[in-house]
Each structure stands twice: as structure tokens, then as C-alpha cells.
């Protein structure tokens, strides 16, 4: 069950990840990729990423530590 309810966390954090990321595009293209508002959704998509990364290598490590206890 928690694998289930990491799998949908992390799939609604990539649709927010690719959601910013076409965020950050249109706004570097419209205001210039060194305008405050583009930095900012540059940090914002950076906080996403690096929760998604840590998300994902938790779950790797409850899945090798599983994977030990059966064996």
C-alpha cells in the first residue's frame, strides 16, 4: 500500500515538475530567462526536482531493504 501511494506521489509531483518546466520556458521566452519572475520559477521547479530525487531514492532503499528481508 505505501508503494501504491509513493507511486501516485510521485507521478503527481512529475506532472507538477513538467507543468513548471513549460511555466519556465514561456516565461524566460516573454521576459528573458534573467527576469526575476523566470528565476523564480526556476528555483521553485529546482525544489520539485531535487523532492522527486529524494523521493524516489527512498523508495529504492525501502525496496532494497524488502528485498533483503525475504531472502
Known amino acids: 500500500m505505501t508503494v501504491l501511494?509513493?507511486?501516485?506521489?510521485?507521478n503527481n509531483l512529475l506532472v507538477h515538475i513538467q507543468s513548471l518546466r513549460k511555466e519556465l520556458i514561456e516565461m524566460?521566452?516573454?521576459e528573458g530567462?534573467?527576469?526575476t519572475n523566470t528565476i523564480q520559477i526556476?528555483?521553485?521547479?529546482d525544489t520539485y526536482i531535487v523532492?522527486?530525487?529524494k523521493m524516489v531514492l527512498t523508495c529504492e532503499k525501502n525496496l532494497?531493504?524488502?528485498i533483503k528481508k525475504s531472502c
Request: zero cysteines.
Open 5 to 10: 501511494l509513493d507511486n501516485r506521489e510521485a
Open 28 to 30: 524566460g521566452l516573454q
Open 33 to 35: 530567462f534573467q527576469s
Open 42 to 45: 526556476s528555483q521553485k521547479l
Open 51 to 53: 523532492l522527486y530525487q
Open 64 to 66: 532494497h531493504t524488502e
